[in-house]
């Protein structure tokens, strides 16, 4: 499917937002200079005519966006959680595509349940209601259990939304490929590699069973997280389709002037959001990867509420430490470690200039110490992040896509409860508890423990090893045994004094 008949839909994408009214938005809100707004005007208006028209009663942005489908949609999702970076009214346009999108028919609802869970839907629920919220992917429903009477929440994909995503992916991935060979220095970012680990995860979102997964993983992590509530997975009620799950009262996260009336206090808020995330990712590797304003509640006892567990992101112990140890380093202001971590983990080539790199780090870092955060300008920050990246040669590390991308989101989050909130005062208790419970003596003391646990699994086959090279070797008898040779040897009798001192080790324990 991936081919020049994409070029299509790019003429459709463009052409949409021109007909719409939301090429000039965009520009404006980008602060885009006179020339690529002379060229966009010239090159769309005549295609303008092509475009979709979508719902006028919309604003400009969101209006193209809900016509072009869902990955689009996802797209402006993320830009609506950073007003620093397309402005407060573009952000606040956008927030409508969180959860207050057109909802699909009540009947459709139900009868993609009765599918999925084999039973009429008055022989599982009492009562069962509208759509209560309505994203890009599925929608929810209020309803209440006929055995028990628990208030639950259900969430139902929406009709045809697996074939609407993979016609916006195959067109992201044209787009990749022709970005790749056109300009031969992008290739460093891997946009095909972007685009495939994007499509790995949307497609795990369009099965609940996995999201369901999810949602009880998160839950046993956080259970005894302070203020951070995660609703429990109803398992019975659940299938491909359909997730339900424990109904969780607050108010939503985006509106400010309940948050406000409820007495809650928006800077602590702020604050608990961002260390929240910090820590499910330092912590335990694993953190919900879509945290924007929709997908967060606030409960009557300030508790903040996590919903929609179709993305989350892992990470895997070394490269916690190795963000850890970036975040660190930048708190601290000391440009020359986070230089270092990036060469020792191997994001930035070895022939480039160490001091160099720290020197462009400190230009990237000096200027949020300080400052109040109103006056950074987070647009800025990140094109110039971009350049001092392109510059060195740094490679885009797919697995960080999500932590890099979530980052942007809570810290999005975080500012609209808190404009003035600083992220470093906020990250610093989690990332220095983190380095002082997983980096130094103590750490490679633990390490050391869990390698001999491993090696011991292997100590009933070491006989077996040694007596297969023993047979390897006999057979060659009448050739020198070479160097390379005896270095096996001796790593399998390292190997087997290794496992041996962690056998003794776990029985005198």
């Not at 067109?171 to 031969?184: K, M, Q």
């Not at 380093?329 to 790199?357: K, L, Q, S, T």
């Not at 989050?413 to 005062?425: Q, T």
């Not at 491993?454 to 100590?459: D, M």
Request: aromatic share 8%; glycine share 8%.
């Amino acid at each position: 499917m991936r081919g020049p008949h994409n070029i299509w839909r790019l003429i459709r994408t463009g052409a949409t937002f021109q007909r719409t009214g939301a090429m000039g938005v965009v520009l404006d809100a980008m602060e885009a200079p006179a020339p690529i707004r002379l060229a966009a005007r010239v090159m769309g208006l005549p295609f303008a005519w092509l475009g979709l028209k979508g719902d006028p009663s919309q604003p400009p942005v969101t209006r193209a966006l809900t016509a072009l489908g869902p990955a689009y949609i996802k797209f402006g999702q993320i830009l609506s959680t950073r007003p620093d970076v397309v402005g407060d009214d573009l952000a606040l346009q956008l927030q409508v595509l969180q959860d207050k999108l057109a909802p699909f028919s009540t009947a459709e609802a139900r009868a993609e349940m009765e599918r999925e869970l084999g039973e009429p839907v008055e022989a599982l629920f009492s009562d069962f209601s509208d759509s209560v919220a309505a994203a890009s992917i599925a929608q929810v429903h209020q309803a209440h259990r006929v055995d028990t009477g628990q208030k639950v929440a259900v969430k139902v994909l929406r009709p045809g939304i697996e074939k609407a995503f993979r016609k916006d992916i195959d067109a992201f991935y044209f787009v990749a490929r022709v970005v790749e060979v056109l300009s031969p220095s992008s290739r460093r970012l891997h946009p095909t590699d972007v685009i495939a680990h994007f499509e790995g995860v949307v497609m795990g979102e369009l099965d609940l069973r996995l999201e369901s997964a999810s949602a009880s993983e998160f839950a046993d992590n956080t259970e005894g997280d302070d203020h951070f509530v995660v609703p429990r997975v109803i398992w019975d009620l659940s299938a491909r389709r359909v997730m339900t799950l424990d109904w969780a009262e607050g108010i939503p996260a985006h509106d400010l002037a309940a948050i406000n009336a409820a007495g809650h206090d928006r800077a602590v808020l702020a604050e608990r959001i961002l260390r929240m995330f910090l820590q499910h990712a330092l912590r335990d590797g694993f953190f919900h990867a879509d945290m924007h304003q929709g997908n967060l509640k606030i409960a009557p006892n300030g508790d903040v509420i996590a919903l929609d567990f179709g993305i989350m992101g892992r990470i895997d112990d070394y490269t916690r430490r190795v963000y850890a140890e970036i975040l660190f380093g930048f708190i601290r202001r000391d440009y020359r470690r986070v230089a270092e971590v990036h060469f020792e983990a191997g994001y930035v080539p070895a022939d480039r200039d160490i001091d160099d790199f720290a020197r462009a780090l400190r230009a990237v870092g000096e200027p949020i110490f300080g400052m109040d955060a109103t006056r950074i300008s987070m647009a800025h920050l990140l094109t110039y992040l971009f350049e001092v990246t392109e510059r060195f040669g740094m490679e885009t590390r797919t697995e960080l896509i999500l932590l890099q991308r979530t980052m942007v989101v809570v810290e999005g989050v975080a500012r609209s409860l808190d404009p003035h909130i600083n992220i470093w005062d906020v990250a610093r208790p989690v990332v220095e508890g983190y380095i002082a419970d997983n980096i130094g003596p103590k750490a490679a003391i633990r390490d050391l423990g869990k390698t001999l646990q491993v090696l011991a699994r292997f100590g009933p086959r070491l006989p077996q090893v040694v007596e297969a090279a023993l047979i390897r070797q006999t057979k060659d008898a009448a050739e020198p045994m070479r160097p390379s040779r005896w270095r096996a040897v001796g790593w399998v009798a390292l190997g087997a004094m290794i496992a041996l001192g962690a056998v003794w080790m776990a029985a005198t324990v």
